[in-house]
């Protein structure tokens, strides 16, 4: 099974080329890349084309898609997940779909783990893990809202993403460790969008849409 993985959920978009043997060729940028402005139509389709070069892969030789569908920002979702289903038309092979918050709390390194990522608003998008399992699905909050859910259910997980850099001074101050700012795990990195896709199920491209969470901040004129 070799697989391509893409993820834009976040301002730094990530491709992954998983090969059969679990050899992996990333284009992960660092996590100094989530503080500026997003850039995935002109950042994504180089990295794709570059891993798959470094890989050593064509088209036919993929088993499938794999692409992070959120939750995350709204343009970004789009972008990543328009790609992804145009790159499986024209290659004719099946998508296969990955929490954005899954891949992002897969490179955490702790056996409780906080993935959030901004949600804007003065929100985070977040998740609860502890190993392997989600005690918490996804759900969008404010730092307040997190840090007394967290209280409640006394869980002292280890955060990590561009929402817990953004609010990493109230959440420590609230007891939350966090990552340290140039920790790789702030990224969401493909790979682990590849292997958690590894286990997934193949969809067609039409059947693959953005996991949101909410309402877009743009709403169309009445």
């Not at 869980?155 to 561009?162: K, N």
């Not at 939350?176 to 199920?201: I, M, N, P």
Request: glycine share 10%.
């Amino acid at each position: 099974m070799t697989l391509l993985g893409i993820d834009t959920s976040t301002p730094a978009a990530s491709a992954c080329v998983l090969m059969e043997g679990g050899e992996a060729f990333e284009a992960t940028p660092p996590a100094e890349r989530l503080a500026r402005p997003p850039a995935h139509a002109s950042e994504l389709m180089p990295a794709v084309a570059g891993v798959m070069t470094s890989a050593g892969v064509t088209w036919s030789d993929l088993t499938a898609i794999a692409v992070g569908v959120g939750p995350g920002t709204f343009t970004g979702l789009r972008i990543g997940i328009a790609t992804a289903r145009a790159l499986a038309a024209a290659s004719e092979l099946p998508l296969r779909r990955v929490s954005s918050l899954a891949a992002l709390a897969a490179g955490i390194p702790s056996r409780h783990r906080l993935p959030l990522i901004d949600a804007r608003r003065g929100e985070v998008f977040a998740a609860l893990f502890e190993a392997e399992e989600q005690i918490w699905p996804p759900f969008a909050a404010s730092p307040e809202e997190l840090v007394a859910r967290l209280r409640e259910g006394g869980f002292s997980p280890l955060a990590a993403g561009d929402g817990s850099l953004r609010f990493r001074g109230m959440l420590e101050q609230a007891g939350v460790q966090v990552e340290s700012d140039e920790s790789e795990a702030h990224v969401v990195r493909a790979l682990h969008v590849c292997r958690l896709a590894a286990g997934a199920l193949d969809e067609p491209p039409g059947a693959v849409l953005p996991e949101y969470l909410r309402e877009p901040d743009a709403k169309p004129q009445q």
